[in-house]
Structures are given as structure tokens and as C-alpha cells.
């Protein structure tokens, strides 16, 4: 390749080959990623646009993405005419991640130079004001005047026309680059739909694009390349012109306002500009990669071996972003795509010899290079170092076993002859070993295998059936809801219960099977089980008949009450009064209110990248699971449970709000990414200290809880830490049961408040030492019987054979003992047997004359002896130590020591 930038600019050629010693672009002469984001922003600053700070890269406020990967993500709600902002133009770098869904450059990464799972997406934009005049004038001054890019290397893509879309070619597009730039005409090329029209989704804003292509060959001779996904002709600018809508038909219609949306990938125009055909010569990568060398000891490579090395400098990239921006790697969701590029990498550092955790080393070096750009980083350094190195430390215990495993795997299938890894293996690897399944595939392509993914993911659905069967038994999965009986017709299950707990109602249909009824209403006051929240209990009462209802859960849209008959055995008459349980409601809303508390509590005190992950609010407790990476301290834990205490003492409003999710988020209440909302949401506000989107039932103010008490912190799954806490009543009981046994153990004591700890103290420090004394005794006890035993030895050619049953504490204990036998024996073989705790404990001395004259080994002996009782064992010459199952078979293991003795000599 040759210069793609005037020598002005930049001085320093391209690497040859009398580089390659050092492997990277001569860095002097380089132009740093930093001066070239601040010009593209300055750029259009100059031109009246507003800089934007880049959106998070994890989208808490759009739960239809896993991450952000385009720069239209933050701007989406105002092409959907859902919003308006203060500026109708605007310029950003938008940190981005592709990592699943059609936007997927996972399994790329290392093996070229150019695709990224992390990466800054810079962007110019108009809502409704300049449109594509403007946009292709200002691309090309920037590309050519400011950046001095040959023109002659540039190639300008148009909308070609689409017939099934009605659509002509984009001739405006096209006119217009030959009206305001001077490119060559004939490198303005028409493309289909496929290259240049733009769709945010199957439906909504819609538009032709065009794209810059720069041609990277050595004598411009790669015309023929555009679009053609070779990395001598890349695309470097997309320039959308958002003109019409598509409606659920998928007809177009033209918008009354136009748009402009462009996207310039970062790391390639900073490859373009430091004329490299490799993204990993620039200054966003050299960095990493000289921390990995030094880390390793192994230098990076440009070809394939530097694969670990790209890999590895690309990763950490995907996952600081992510972690500093709120993620969390677990097992769900967005966690796992975090789980699994920390896995990918952790992989690859074994490829360069790292087997202790490596990866949390690089944030500090990422920080230097992008924490300028990205404050938020540098914020969160020390703890998303910490979030990672935590993460490498728990994979790494299974990761070298699995690989093992993976690898006996793949010799076992070549003896076969076979070259695919079947399912269950493969899923054995994710489930034992952590690995995930696209893990598994890229060891497998390495060796030229493949993988059984139908087999795998028959694997994954039989767990998951195993462990909902193991679970609680859910009525929406067991119960076919098709064979109802109607009484009424009209739509069902209008909820009155926010304001209402009695309704008269209408039965819209029912179902008995055996003792249980189902029953759906025209309007009920019961909640359906839904957002962690339980359902209502209480009373339908007709004019026959009572049913005690036991659950309420929903069936898609419908709530399906689930009872059984207290009174009457059928129901002849559609109109009941329908009546919730008030008591169990208003226990059920003092958890749900306490969780909104305990997750802002939370936040507060570990850090705001904790996020809920899980909940159930019942009315005798609540259990709350939260991303966190380590277990929360005790400390922690009081000044949580203090913090809500204290808003339940402050006896805060708790208010609430319908309004539409884009204002919810504008106003700051947090979202749960699992949740779906739609376009009005209901926002449940607590003071001036809590704001979240929730559908579920609450107290009217914080006091009514009462009293909140933690109950238990632990692990419910890697990087989730599980809370269960009582409130009201059950705190009450609870604080009575504690009072009643610390009265109790001051009776017991004899004593009064703290003076209990230290008389505790007291019993527990006598009664160690009266444990140790009583174990000495025991063993001088064992010990001063020895000499019996070896008067009473069984003699057999001049060896003393001694075989006996004894008491011991542990295996210590009789280690002492043996010492004891094996000094007094003289010349001879002992076998001592013991119960211990309802196993079987063997040991066995020889004398040294017996090891030197007659290769006797006590761990040949003891390995006999304890096969008698189902066991086994081992250890040195002298003594050897066993242990079996069979605690009945002592004694005839005992009996047949002689002969065993015997066998050996």
C-alpha cells in the first residue's frame, strides 16, 4: 500500500520488511487517535453542531438491545418522533459493541486486522434540518481538505433503486456529488438495496445511503473491489439520508422531516490516516499490545501469530467499556456476552503461556489511552480492575481441567476417525467448565473439528426441563387453558386493583379440574403474578358458591385466579364479588415498596453498576438479586439496612406515575433490561430517593413498612449476589425471637447484655482446652496399651504381625499411635483399624530392617487391607494411611492382615 495521506500531514512511509523486527508502524510520525477524534468534532462544531457525549455503551434505557452498536442508538426515540432535543444538529463518537444478533464481529476478531467487538462509531447528524447537499459537501471536505486524502482513492456509493419498493435510483444523491466535490465521476458507483438503504427495523424510518469507499491498493487499480468485502477497498463513512417511514405493511411513506444520520468507523479511518492496512498499528492498540509482550515475554506478530496478541488487545477494550458503563459478566443476558469475551481471552492468554490472571493488568493501560476521551473509565478504573480480576480468578480454576478434557475429547474422536464433537460433550464443557459453546468452537476450528450445536442445544433444553421440573410447579406450563367453560362474553381481566380491593364482576369463563378451579373475570382487583411480584390471594363469592383463591397468574394478557370451592361445588352464575386478601396485600406491598429502598440502598453504598437480576416479593418475605462480583460485607450489609430503615422512618411518598417510557428515562428511573415496556409505562416514585418503572402494587408511604431487616446475603450465581430481608409483622417476630433468646442465654449465663460475649468467650476457650487435654489423654490412653499388643503379637518367621481394632479421634491421633507401635515393636509389621466419624480408618507401620531385609512397604499392605472394607490408600515405606466405606468389614480386614503380610514376602 502507498500514501493515502499527503505527505504534509504525515511524513513516515509504510512498514516494509526491514520493519518487520519490530512489527508495528514506525510510531514517531504517527497521527494520534486523539488529535484525529478532536478534528472530526471540531470539524463540525465549526459547522454549528452540538457535541454529544457518547451514550452508554450498555443501553439501560432501550431494553430491546443487549449494547449499543451504532451511533443512532441514543437518537433513535427522536427519529421515532418520540422526542426533541435542544439542538437539531449535532457530532458525537459513540463507543459501540457488536457482539451478537446480525451485528456480530465476535468471531472475527484476530483473525483479520480491521474487525472489532469494541469500538468508537464517530457521527455527524441533522433532525430536520440540513439534509444531503450539505451532508456529502462537508464529508468530502473533511475526508480530502482537512485529512488530505487522496481524492482519486475515493468512491461514492448511491442508492441504486429498488422495483419491489417502487423506488428509482437515488439520482439527487448521485447529481449531488458531482455538483458540490470534485470526485471523479466515474467512482460514483449505483448499488441495491442491500449496500445502500438504510432501516432501523422491519418498520420506522427508512432511507437510501451513501458510501465513501477508499481504494488501498498500491497503483488505485481496486475500482472493482467496492463492496466486494475486501480489505484492499473499505468502506470508510456512511452517509444516511432518513426520508421515509415503512409502515407495518413495509410500504414507504415520505417523512414531513428529513434527517441526516452518518457513521465513520474510528480505529479504520486512524488506520486510513497512519496509511496501515492493520487497525492494530495505530496508537488504540500499540499500547495493549506492548503490555501484553511484556506480560508474556512473547512479541507481537502482524500475522497470525499475533492472534492471541489482537485478541486479547480487543477484548479488554469490549469488557472495561461495558463494566464501566454498568454490566456485569454473569450468566445472563448481556453478563454472559461479558462472560464470554472474558473466557475467549482468558483462552488465548494460554496460548501465550499466561496461566495466573493477566487480563485486569491491561485496564490501567487502557485508561492512559482512551480515559481522556471516556472520563467514566478513569472513574471506574480500580473497580472494573478488580470486577475482571475477579472473573479471571474463577474461571481459571476449571479452565486448564477443561481444556484438558477438551483435548482428550478430540484425540479419542481422531482414533475414530470422526471430526465432530458431539453435543453432550460440548455441553459438558459449558456446564462443568464454564466454557461457552462458541469457546468450544473456535479450540474445535483450530484442530479442524467442528460441533454438534443441534446436540448441544438439546443438552441445554433437557437441563432446563430438569431444572423447571425440580422447581416450583408453574400452572401457566402445566395447565392447558383451552378447555374452558364461557359464561360471559367481552373482553377480561381489567385490573382495578391499584386503587380497588373488592370488585363486583362478571365470570367470563372457568375451568375445574379435580379440586382446583380456574376462573377469569371481566374486571379484577387481584394481581397476577409478574415482575417478581406474587399473586393475590382472597375470595370470589357468588350466589352458590365460595372459592377461596390460592394464586392469581397471568396467561399472556389474561388473569387466571386459581382456587378451590370452601363452599357450593359449581358455579351456575356469572356475577361474584371478587374480593383480595387486604392483610396479605398490604405485607405483599411493604416488600415490594422495602425493594425499591434495598435496590437504591444498594447502589448507593457498593456502586452504581448494581442492578437488579432477580426478585420475589411475597407477603411473609422478599429476596432481591443484584450484579455484584463479591460477596457484601457485613458492614456493608448494616449500613444498607440502615440506609432503608432510615427512609422508612422519613415516611416518604410513594407516588405514582403513567407516562411514556422516553420521559421516565428522561426523568431518571431506572429500567430492568429483562422487562419488555411498551411506549407507556407506569413510574413508581419514593420521595426524592427512589424512581423506577414498575407495574407491581406499593404502599402509599415508606412508614407503613414499618421495620426491614436483612435475613441473609449469598451467592445465587457467579456475579449475583442474592439479599432475602423480612419487613413489618415478620421483622417484628423476628426482633421478639432475638429478644426472647438473648434473655434466655442471660439466665443461662448469669449474666446482663455485652457481659454475655465475654462469658461465652470464657466457656469456649475452657472448653478447647479441655478437647486438647482430653485428645492427650486418649492417645496416651492408645499408647500405653501398646505394650500389651506387642507381647501379644502374632509371631510368623521371626516377624511380629500385630492387627488390632482401636479407638481414635481422627487420623492425627492415630498417626501418634503408630509412631508409638512401630517404635516399640522392634521388628515387625502393626495394622491399627478405626471408626471415625462413620468411616474407616486404616494404618499400617513396618520397621526399617523389614523395608531394607525383606521389601515389605506399608502403602502395598495398607492398599490390600483396605480394599477388604471397599477402600483405598497409600504413603511411604513406614507407614501409610487408607480409608473405606464399609465400617462393618473391620474386622475381617484386621484378620486377614497375616495372610496379606504373607503375600509380599
Not at 394464586?551 to 374480593?579: Q, Y
Not at 466457656?763 to 501379644?792: C, F, M, P, T
Amino acid at each position: 500500500m502507498s500514501f493515502v495521506v499527503k505527505k504534509s500531514l504525515v511524513t513516515d512511509s509504510l512498514p516494509n520488511e526491514k520493519h518487520e523486527k519490530s512489527n508495528i508502524v514506525c510510531r514517531k510520525n504517527m497521527i494520534k487517535s486523539a488529535e484525529i477524534r478532536k478534528q472530526f468534532l471540531d470539524f463540525f462544531k465549526n459547522k454549528q453542531h452540538e457535541i454529544v457525549p457518547s451514550a452508554p455503551v450498555v443501553p439501560f434505557d432501550d431494553p430491546t438491545l443487549l449494547f449499543t452498536n451504532a451511533g443512532m442508538n441514543q437518537f433513535k426515540s427522536i427519529f421515532l418522533g418520540q422526542e426533541t432535543r435542544n439542538y437539531n444538529r449535532a457530532v458525537d463518537t459513540q463507543k459501540c459493541i457488536r457482539v451478537s444478533g446480525k451485528h456480530n464481529d465476535l468471531e472475527d476478531v484476530g483473525f483479520d486486522t480491521y474487525h472489532h467487538t469494541f469500538f468508537e462509531m464517530l457521527g455527524n447528524w441533522s433532525f430536520g434540518d440540513y439534509f444531503k447537499r450539505e451532508a456529502i459537501a462537508w464529508a468530502w471536505e473533511l475526508l480530502t481538505e482537512v485529512w488530505g486524502i487522496e481524492k482519486d482513492r475515493l468512491y461514492a456509493t448511491v442508492f441504486g433503486g429498488d422495483e419491489a419498493d417502487g423506488l428509482g435510483a437515488d439520482e439527487e444523491a448521485e447529481q449531488l456529488w458531482k455538483e458540490v466535490t470534485d470526485i471523479n465521476p466515474a467512482n460514483i458507483i449505483r448499488c441495491d438495496k442491500k449496500d445502500n438503504f438504510w432501516e432501523m427495523g422491519e418498520t420506522g424510518p427508512c432511507g437510501p445511503c451513501s458510501e465513501i469507499h477508499i481504494d488501498l491498493t498500491p497503483d488505485k487499480s481496486g475500482g472493482n473491489l467496492v463492496n466486494a468485502d475486501n480489505p484492499n477497498v473499505i468502506e470508510i463513512w456512511n452517509l444516511v439520508f432518513i426520508q421515509f417511514n415503512r409502515d407495518k405493511k413495509s410500504k414507504l411513506h415520505s417523512l414531513p422531516a428529513k434527517h441526516i444520520d452518518t457513521g465513520m468507523g474510528f480505529e479504520r479511518l486512524c488506520a486510513v490516516l497512519n496509511h496501515t492496512n492493520s487497525n492494530y498499528d495505530t496508537d488504540l492498540f500499540t499500547p495493549l499490545l506492548d503490555k501484553i509482550h511484556e506480560l508474556s515475554g512473547f512479541e507481537y506478530h502482524r500475522d497470525e501469530r499475533g492472534m492471541a496478541h489482537r485478541v486479547i488487545a480487543d477484548h479488554i477494550r469490549a469488557l472495561a467499556f461495558s463494566i464501566a458503563d454498568g454490566a456485569m459478566p454473569s450468566n445472563e443476558g448481556r453478563g454472559y456476552v461479558l462472560r464470554r469475551i472474558l473466557r475467549r481471552a482468558a483462552r488465548y492468554g494460554r496460548n501465550l503461556k499466561m496461566h495466573d490472571p493477566f487480563f485486569y493488568k491491561l485496564v490501567p493501560i487502557l485508561v492512559e489511552t482512551m480515559g481522556d476521551a471516556f472520563p467514566e473509565l478513569k472513574a471506574k478504573q480500580d473497580f472494573v480492575a478488580m470486577v475482571i480480576k475477579s472473573e479471571e480468578e474463577s474461571f481459571n480454576t476449571t479452565l486448564d481441567r477443561g481444556i484438558e478434557i477438551f483435548e482428550k475429547i478430540t484425540i479419542d474422536l481422531e482414533k475414530r476417525g470422526a471430526r465432530e464433537i458431539p453435543g453432550e460433550d460440548a455441553f459438558k464443557l459449558y456446564d462443568t467448565y464454564g466454557f461457552p459453546l462458541d469457546l468450544t468452537q473456535l479450540m474445535a476450528r483450530q484442530k479442524d473439528f467442528t460441533v454438534d450445536e443441534k446436540g448441544f442445544d438439546l443438552a441445554m433444553s433437557e437441563q432446563k426441563e430438569r431444572a423447571r421440573k425440580a422447581g416450583k410447579w408453574s400452572y401457566s406450563e402445566e395447565f392447558e387453558f383451552g378447555n374452558w367453560t364461557t359464561l360471559s362474553e367481552g373482553s377480561d381481566s381489567d385490573f382495578w386493583g391499584y386503587e380497588k380491593l373488592e370488585s363486583e364482576s362478571n365470570i367470563r369463563k372457568y375451568n375445574i379440574d379435580g379440586d382446583k378451579i380456574f376462573v377469569s373475570l371481566d374486571r379484577t382487583p387481584f394481581y397476577g403474578e409478574s415482575g417478581g411480584q406474587a399473586g393475590d390471594t382472597g375470595q370470589i363469592i357468588g350466589k352458590n358458591f365460595t372459592i377461596e383463591i390460592d394464586d392469581t397468574i397471568r396467561d399472556g394478557g389474561t388473569f387466571v385466579h386459581i382456587g378451590h370451592f370452601v363452599s357450593g361445588n359449581k358455579i351456575d352464575e356469572m356475577k361474584v364479588t371478587a374480593t383480595v386478601d387486604a392483610e396479605a396485600r398490604k405485607s405483599t406491598a411493604r416488600n415490594h415498596t422495602s425493594t425499591h429502598l434495598l435496590h437504591k440502598a444498594l447502589r448507593e453504598t457498593i456502586g452504581e453498576h448494581v442492578t437488579q437480576a432477580g426478585s420475589l416479593v411475597a407477603p411473609d418475605h422478599l429476596r432481591f438479586d443484584v450484579t455484584h462480583f463479591q460477596k457484601i460485607s457485613t458492614s456493608e450489609l448494616e449500613e444498607i439496612e440502615a440506609r432503608v430503615n432510615e427512609k422508612i422512618r422519613e415516611d416518604l411518598p410513594v407516588d405514582t406515575e403513567l407516562t411514556t417510557f422516553v420521559k421516565a428515562r428522561e426523568m431518571g428511573a431506572m429500567a430492568i433490561f429483562e422487562e419488555k415496556y411498551g411506549e407507556n409505562v407506569r413510574m413508581v416514585k419514593i420521595g426524592g430517593f427512589s424512581m423506577e418503572l414498575c407495574g407491581g402494587t406499593h404502599l402509599n408511604h415508606t412508614g407503613e413498612a414499618g421495620y426491614f431487616r436483612i435475613l441473609s446475603e449469598s451467592s445465587a450465581a457467579a456475579g449475583i449476589r442474592r439479599l432475602e430481608a423480612v419487613t413489618g409483622e415478620k421483622a417484628d417476630l423476628l426482633l421478639r425471637g432475638e429478644k426472647k433468646r438473648a434473655h434466655r442465654l442471660e439466665e443461662l449465663l448469669h449474666c446482663k447484655g455485652d457481659e454475655v460475649f465475654t462469658r461465652v468467650e470464657s466457656i469456649l476457650s475452657e472448653k478447647n482446652e479441655l478437647e486438647k487435654e482430653l485428645k492427650q489423654l486418649r492417645i496416651k490412653s492408645a499408647q500405653s496399651g501398646i505394650g500389651g499388643l506387642v507381647d501379644s503379637a502374632q509371631d510368623m518367621n521371626g516377624i511380629k504381625i500385630i492387627a488390632t481394632k482401636i479407638k481414635s479421634e481422627n487420623a492425627d491421633a492415630m498417626k501418634q499411635v503408630g509412631d508409638t507401635l512401630r517404635a516399640k515393636i522392634g521388628s515387625g509389621v502393626g495394622v491399627l483399624g478405626a471408626e471415625i466419624n462413620g468411616k474407616v480408618s486404616f494404618i499400617c507401620v513396618v520397621t526399617d530392617d523389614l523395608i531394607a531385609g525383606k521389601k515389605l512397604k506399608a502403602g502395598d499392605i495398607i492398599k490390600k487391607v483396605a480394599a477388604i472394607a471397599d477402600g483405598s490408600g497409600g504413603g511411604r515405606p513406614h507407614m501409610a494411611l487408607a480409608g473405606a466405606k464399609d465400617v462393618s468389614k473391620i474386622d475381617d480386614a484386621l484378620k486377614q492382615v497375616p495372610e496379606i503380610v504373607s503375600s509380599f514376602l
